[in-house]
Each structure stands twice: as C-alpha cells, then as structure tokens.
C-alpha cells in the first residue's frame, strides 16, 4: 500500500512540474503585437523558405510567415502568407524580396521602400492586402545565368581560335621581327652618331667663317650706302641754294663751291670706300661660286666633308683595326 501512495506522489509531482513547465513555455512565448495580415504572390522558386521564417523590414524582425501554399487566383503562383507587424511603417512604396541567409539556404522576407509608390495590387479571394514581390538578386543571377554562360562560351571560343597554332607561329614571327627591326635601328643609331661626330661636325665649323665673310661685306655695303646717301643729301642742299631767290651771282658762286667741295668729299671718301664694297662683293661672290660648284660636284661634302669617306667593310680601300694586345 505504501509503494502505491508514493507512485501516486511521484506522479503528481511529475504532472505538476509538466504543467509548470507548460506555463512557463506559454509564458515566455506569449506574444501581445499585433499584426497585419499581408499575401505576396510570385512565380519564382521560395527554396528555403519556410512557415515561421522572420520578416524583417530593413533588417529589423517584424514579424514572420504565417503560411506558404499556391494562388488560387494564379495558377503556377505560390501565395506568401505572412503577418507584420502593426509598428512596422508599411507604405505604397513598400515591396518584398527573399533574402538568404550565409551558406545554409534559409530563406526570409525582406520589406523595403521603394523610391515611388508601386501600383497597389488587387486584392486576393481571401480580401487580404497584397505585397509586391520582387526578384531578388539570386533569382537575377539565375535568370540571368544561361546568358553569361552562352557569353562566357563565346569567349572561350575566340579565345581558343585567337590561341590556335597558327596565331601563336604570327605571334612569334612578329616578335623576331620586332627584335630584328630594334637591332636594326640600334646599329643606325650608331652609324649616325659615328657620322655626325666624324663628318657633320668639321663642316658645320666652317659655316660660321662664311657667316663672318658675309657679314662684314654686309657691313661694307651699308658704309657705301651711308656715305652715298650723305653726299645726296649735300647735292641736294646745293641744288636748293642755286634755286633760292636773292643775289643769284653770289648764290650761283657759293654753289659752285659748295658743289665743288662736295664732288671733292665724293671722290676723296666715297670714290674709295665703294671700290672697297666692290672689292669685298666680287670676292665674297666668288667664294660662294666655288661652294656651290664644290656642293654641285661633291653633294656629299655637306655630311662627309671635303675629304674622301673611308671605305666600309667590304668596300675598296676598307682596312681593318689594329687592335692593340695589353
């Protein structure tokens, strides 16, 4: 009897502590929001989505999925059903996508706000409010997948023909090609530089002598010039004298002499400096004549100079280096 009064106790002190228990659950999950009913109606996959998954509106939970099942009013449609809550700030603008959760696959509802007001939906046979449901950006990629994988595809294929065994034997034509054409053009540079040291140089020092003749018999003429216009000058003064009214005989005598004294001055110091201008032009003349008769007969004097160019290898008249042992 005794046995049974303490199987009784244990028993109801296990009932007991189940009901506590039970309070405690209820008491710990009860839930005093209040929420909003809303549908969201889409023709894409909700893999990973599940009934309780949480609704967030810009991260925050507000609420979660009440029931997932087909649109009677669609057919092929899934209907979202879900409940949000009345805090949350729910507007026209107001739009849902799925969101994935790391790496497991798990699936909840998004809610955001678009720039504008989206055109309210109609209404679905249960009369709830319905929710635009957007594509999110892994149903993009998916959808967008087929195209990049035929671009992708395309690629390699231009890439494989660009790569092919010909291509790759123009390639490496072109590459000796371009180092011969740089060995080419270094082996110029040297030849110019030895030509311009050896051969430019020596010809381009003699210039400023010619430069130098040139100046002076300019100078010469321009004296000339100088002492001509001076003594026009004089010759015109005597002419006005002659013609000026008062005493005609003593202007005509002192025109005389002024014109004498002027002719004297014309032959004393312009006669001589103009043969000297003449000398300096004949001479400089004829110093051009035999340039351009030496630049007409030897055109290569210009670079190589007057002497003869020394003969390269192969060529008459080419010797060797002596190369110095140490």
């Known amino acids: 009897m005794e046995n049974k009064s303490h199987a009784l106790a244990a028993g109801i002190f296990v009932v007991v502590v ?116 957007k594509t999110s950006p892994f149903g993009q990629l998916a959808e967008q997948g087929p195209a990049i994988l035929s671009q992708v595809e395309e690629a390699t294929g231009r890439i494989n023909d660009l790569l092919s065994d010909d291509n790759q034997k123009r390639i490496a034509t072109a590459i000796d090609n371009l180092g011969q054409a740089a060995g080419n053009a270094s082996a110029l ?17 003699a210039v400023p002598g010619v430069a130098s003749d040139a100046r002076e018999t300019l100078q010469a ?25 008062g005493g005609p005989i003593d202007q005509i005598a002192e025109g005389s002499k002024s014109l004498a004294s002027a002719a004297d001055r014309f032959g004393r110091v312009t006669l001589p400096r103009l043969n000297h201008a003449a000398d300096e032009t004949s001479r400089a003349v004829r110093r051009l004549g035999r340039t351009a008769s030496t630049i007409s007969d030897n055109p290569q004097s210009l670079i190589y100079g007057s002497g003869t160019a020394a003969g390269g290898p192969g060529e008459p008249g080419f010797e060797a280096p002596v190369v110095v042992k140490p």
């Open 18 to 133: 189940a009901a506590l228990l039970a309070g405690l659950g209820l008491w710990l999950t009860r839930d005093n929001t209040s929420y909003q009913l809303y549908e969201l109606s889409s023709k894409q996959s909700v893999g990973g989505l599940q009934p309780q998954a949480a609704v967030r509106y810009k991260g925050v939970a507000v609420g979660k999925v009440v029931r997932i099942g087909f649109d009677p009013d669609v057919a092929g449609n899934v209907l979202i059903r879900i409940a949000v809550s009345d805090q949350a700030p729910v507007t026209p603008a107001t739009f849902a996508v799925l969101g994935y959760q790391g790496v497991t696959g798990l699936a909840h509802v998004l809610l955001d706000d678009g720039q504008q007001a989206e055109p309210p939906l109609p209404k679905g046979s249960s009369g709830l409010p319905r929710l635009p449901l």
């Open 189 to 205: 540079m040297k030849r110019l530089d030895a030509t311009v040291v050896q051969r430019l140089d020596p010809a381009l020092a």
């Open 221 to 245: 003429l321009r004296q000339a010039g100088n002492s001509a216009s001076a003594a026009a000058n004089e010759v015109g003064t005597a002419v006005k004298q002659l013609s000026a009214e």
